[in-house]
């Protein structure tokens, strides 16, 4: 081993380095790194020069980084939320998979860009955000955390979506060194918020009608001011009564739609005629028909159906009433059921303004109405349909809408004229 180490004209092979595990009775399994190099003389093969060294802790090291690293991956590509880590130079290192569907791009596009260049560079109203107002950019510079409740992010196709959004400083030997921005779209929390904001101001717009008439046809009475048994008081109290079932109706419609949102409403199924349910719906709206000058026209078969007869008419009857509720004076509501197969169709059609086509799509939705023109003209509280269908699906069956502007609407539903298992 002297001579091969001695000689300076011996020529050198590149080493070839290797590594694999042995099993130690002390120790048991014991990683060893290898180097082993060809040694030639004059072009004759002499032998091999093998280094071996224990490699264990820096194997067992590199392992544990590994799995960190496919832990640390696997959280973010698992998170629901966007996760973008910038440089101090406000340019992104890595963005999440969430980060990518949200904003519309590729992780790959994202890296290396300008966060605020490419996802934050105008405000809501499209206005230009200048890079020093960007609290992005203001954090990397001071390193303090930063939540920010509401903002806006652009998407790749130039639409925007609302924010919410933490800058998190990342610090090396004391000093910023990038940020963590984790982000969530807020689009459907606000848009529970403006429904329950206008819902709070149409149930308010709602109530105060009817209790104020109640309350003054009352007062009226109870003062003396107009004396019992007379025509004006005969008028004050069926004021007072008809606007206490208006009440009634908009409690209903409320517990209604608890019922429902927490999945108790159950149905109470027997064999029913047809007629008997149509004609109970129609008497219960047939005074709001008659006050607005609206005739209610009918063309119901004979037909028997499964069904919970109660609920069946209230579908009806908030069918009735919106029709009702929508005709011009003098026109008329035609309401028509028959067999479609296993089903019964049930057609009430109106001569109204119809729905615009905008709105066609969230008409079944809760407070679908709420907050809009017609609402406030014609009252309640833009439940009456959502209700009409939950009811209508719980039987199994379904509903529909078809409408024009300018000519009037065909609420349609089927419903299986026996239980479905």
Known sequence: MRRLYGLQWMRQRPTTYSEFRVESRTRGIVWIGQNVRLLVEEGKR?????????VTDRKLAEQALEQLQKQTQSILDSAAEGILSVDATGHIVIANPAAAELTGYAPDEMQGQSAHALLHYARPDGSAYDAAECQIHIELQDGTSR?????????????????????????ENGQPAGAVLTFHDISDRLAIEQMRNEFIATVGHELRTPVTSIRAAVEMVASGIVQDNTPRAKRLLEVATSNIERLS????????????????????????????VVERSVAAVQPRASAANVSIQQQVDAIEIVVDPLRLSQTLTKLLDNAIKFSPTGANVELEVHHTGSEVQFDICDHGPGIPEGKVHRIFQRFGQADTSDTRLTGGLGLGLSIARSIVELHGGHIWVSSRRGDGSAFSFVIPTAPQA
Do not use: C, H
């Not at 002499?46 to 224990?54: I, Q, S, T």
């Not at 939540?147 to 610090?171: A, C, H, M």
């Open 46 to 54: 002499l032998g091999f020069e093998a280094v071996a060294r224990d």
């Open 147 to 171: 939540k920010l409740q509401r903002d806006v992010f652009w998407r790749q196709n130039g639409t925007s979506f609302p924010i919410e959004y933490t800058v998190v400083p990342v610090r």
């Open 249 to 276: 109706r908009l409690i209903e419609d409320v517990m209604d739609v608890q019922q429902l949102a927490a999945g108790d409403l159950a149905l109470d199924r027997r064999k029913v005629e047809v007629r008997q």
